[in-house]
């Protein structure tokens, strides 16, 4: 019974935090590719997950979490309730929240101690994602985020190292997003993995991205979507890198897990303020608004993830 719930655990949290994070790291990307056949999105995507996965679980001799779970161990015994927390995030990614899947998943799993840490962590991480993209895009966004610049810099007449560039950068954030979610993947399941179970969870995780990128990233693209200039090739390589730099950051400093959305929404906030303070500064009140709305979005999941952990703790 544990194994079949183990393994509902896994396909729930696989669906539910690609369908809702993907979106952080590929969603720029999607938007500046949008007339790129899918597949092929997805093939760079997939081939680039295939490598981060087989490279964590060598290097790591099998625990594929990059250390993320070395203090969260694997529960002795897994009851029907465990699902509880996927579940109701695969209902909140279909209404387009951008909850934060460590929170609402991890939360189960983990000490009283361990929850802290990564709600403190997790607000850093929004802090310093908020004010790097806001130093970058003051002083850049001029000259990156004009409506004349945009133009100058159409489909047609895009420069090929900015196309290279944003690829790259696209490869490097991907990249670290995996070593931050996997953790929330494979929470599921044992903390070193046999081969087989390393080929059919890659083989899942491969068929389920595919489905987020024929879809085009679904409702919570349209976060991404509503921020200035995000479709530009040049706006996108920017944003990508930047996140992919703070979470870099992030990584090295320990390896507690942290709330990515946090982050990505740190980054968007950050550049969406500063362009508007140089550039459309009529139109501060309504930035205010969105930041303080994508904030409200984020913190609903980590009271919804909150309560299902008291639940899960009065259930047992």
């Known amino acids: 019974m544990d194994k079949i719930i183990m393994l509902i655990g896994f396909g729930l949290a696989s669906y539910s935090v690609i369908a809702n994070d993907v979106i952080q790291t590929l969603g720029t990307f999607l938007s500046s590719n949008a007339k790129r056949p899918w597949y092929i999105l997805w093939t760079y995507a997939g081939l680039l997950l295939s490598a981060v996965l087989i490279i964590g679980y060598i290097i790591n001799s099998g625990?594929?979490?990059?250390?993320?779970?070395?203090?969260?161990?694997?529960?002795?015994?897994?009851?029907?309730?465990?699902?509880?927390?996927?579940?109701?995030?695969?209902?909140?990614?279909?209404?387009?929240?951008?909850?934060?899947?460590?929170?609402?998943?991890?939360?189960?799993?983990?000490?009283?101690?361990?929850?802290?840490?990564?709600?403190?962590?997790s607000i850093t991480g929004?802090?310093?994602?908020?004010?790097?993209?806001?130093?970058?895009?003051?002083?850049?966004?001029?000259?990156?985020?004009?409506?004349?610049?945009?133009?100058?810099?159409?489909?047609?007449?895009?420069?090929?190292?900015?196309?290279?560039?944003?690829?790259?950068?696209?490869?490097?954030?991907w990249s670290q997003w995996l070593m931050q979610d996997f953790a929330n993947i494979y929470v599921y399941m044992p903390r070193h993995l046999t081969v087989t179970e390393l080929l059919i969870s890659l083989t899942f995780m491969l068929v389920l991205l595919a489905i987020v990128f024929q879809r085009k990233g679904g409702k919570i693209q349209n976060i991404v979507k509503k921020k200035t200039n995000s479709a530009n090739i040049r706006s996108a390589t920017l944003i990508d890198l930047s996140y992919g730099i703070v979470l870099y950051f992030f990584t090295v400093i320990n390896p507690i897990p942290m709330s990515t959305t946090w982050t990505f929404v740190g980054i968007l906030a950050g550049r969406e303020y500063a362009i508007t303070l140089l550039l459309k500064r009529q139109l501060i009140n309504d930035t205010y608004k969105d930041i303080f709305r994508d904030l409200i979005k984020v913190n609903v999941g980590l009271a919804i993830s909150v309560l299902i952990a008291l639940l899960i703790r009065y259930l047992q």
């Open 63 to 121: 625990d594929v979490s990059f250390g993320r779970l070395t203090q969260i161990p694997y529960p002795p015994v897994i009851h029907w309730w465990f699902i509880l927390p996927p579940l109701v995030l695969l209902v909140i990614t279909q209404m387009g929240l951008p909850v934060s899947t460590t929170f609402m998943i991890l939360s189960i799993f983990s000490s009283q101690q361990v929850i802290e840490k990564m709600v403190i962590k």
């Open 126 to 173: 929004y802090a310093v994602a908020f004010v790097t993209a806001f130093i970058i895009y003051l002083l850049i966004a001029r000259k990156f985020e004009e409506k004349t610049a945009a133009k100058k810099v159409g489909v047609r007449r895009q420069r090929r190292w900015w196309l290279v560039g944003q690829w790259f950068s696209t490869a490097f954030l």
